[in-house]
């Protein structure tokens, strides 16, 4: 993708990943616009990047997402870049006694917000010079961790979608993949507690290579080469990678 000049809106732009993204795109002389649902965090993202403009919006929740969309359209008419970056991380167990998946919110923030975004704010991105949609998957979404099976599914599902969406639009808007690995942010505190993953990877590390890999205007990001890892990958290569990821 062009990495300057462009209006770009990063869902989940106030931590982690998606943080770190809006500051290397401010860097890069963007607009740029962020957007999660506590204002503390956005208030200290808006603290550290002061030319990021900041929208309150809970992207699992359809009048947020409708506010969103018109404030855009309103305030942002340039917008050409679409960074659907936000997402949720749980545990989940099917022995134990539960009887709260949180409204399911894990599909609804990872899978569904993207997809309403993508169709309302299509049209205007299209509209703009450089059309690009970036969606975030991971590389639990081709090796699922059993532990986490509906963040897993929801990410396999952004992948699938992705591509598909690309074929549609190849013709228009650039889309692009981001897989990432495991990273050193906040994403499943209850996770990170039972120590789940080895978070060696620091986040504007891991951001960093993901802008190298922009710049060379690849489609699917993977960190290092994992994507040849994933791509030369037989199904027998799947299932043992899963069966390890899953008897640690
Ligand atoms: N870190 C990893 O190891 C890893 C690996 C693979 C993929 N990913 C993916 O990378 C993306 C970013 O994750 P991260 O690791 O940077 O996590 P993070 O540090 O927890 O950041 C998540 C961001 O999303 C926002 N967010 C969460 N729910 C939202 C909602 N309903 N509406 C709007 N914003 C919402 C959060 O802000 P609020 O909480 O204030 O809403 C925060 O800004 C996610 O899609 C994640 O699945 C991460």
Redesign the pocket.
């Known amino acids: 993708m062009k990495l300057n000049n462009n209006t770009i809106l990063i869902?989940?732009?106030?931590?982690?990943?998606?943080?770190e993204m809006a500051k290397k795109f401010l860097q890069l002389n963007n607009k740029v616009i962020i957007?999660?649902?506590?204002e503390s965090?956005?208030k200290s993202a808006k603290n550290e990047l002061k030319d990021v403009y900041t929208i309150k919006?809970?992207?699992?929740n359809s009048n947020d997402r409708k506010e969103l969309v018109e404030t855009i359209k309103k305030e942002f008419p340039s917008l050409n870049v679409l960074v659907n970056?936000?997402?949720?991380?749980r545990d989940v167990n099917f022995n134990s006694n539960f009887d709260d998946l949180h409204n399911l919110?894990e599909i609804s923030?990872?899978f569904e917000?993207p997809i309403f975004l993508i169709k309302e704010l299509l049209p205007l991105i299209k509209e703009n010079n450089n059309p690009c949609i970036i969606n975030?998957?991971?590389?639990?979404g081709f090796f699922p961790m059993a532990k986490m099976p509906i963040?897993s599914a929801t990410?396999a599902a952004m992948h699938s979608f992705t591509k598909s969406l690309r074929h549609q639009l190849k013709d228009s808007v650039e889309v692009i993949e981001i897989i990432?690995?495991?990273?050193?942010?906040?994403?499943n505190p209850e996770g990170r507690k039972k120590g789940n993953?080895k978070f060696d990877l620091k986040?504007p590390e891991y951001v960093e290579d993901v802008f190298e890999k922009l710049k060379e205007e690849l489609l699917e990001i993977c960190y290092k080469d994992n994507l040849e890892n994933i791509n030369n990958s037989t199904k027998k290569d799947i299932d043992s990678i899963f069966e390890k990821m899953n008897n640690r």
């Open positions: 869902t989940g732009g106030s931590k982690g990943i998606g943080f957007c999660g649902r506590s965090a956005l919006c809970d992207i699992s970056n936000a997402g949720i991380q919110d923030i990872n917000g975030v998957s991971s590389q639990l963040y990410k990432p690995p495991a990273v050193d942010t906040n994403l993953f986040t």
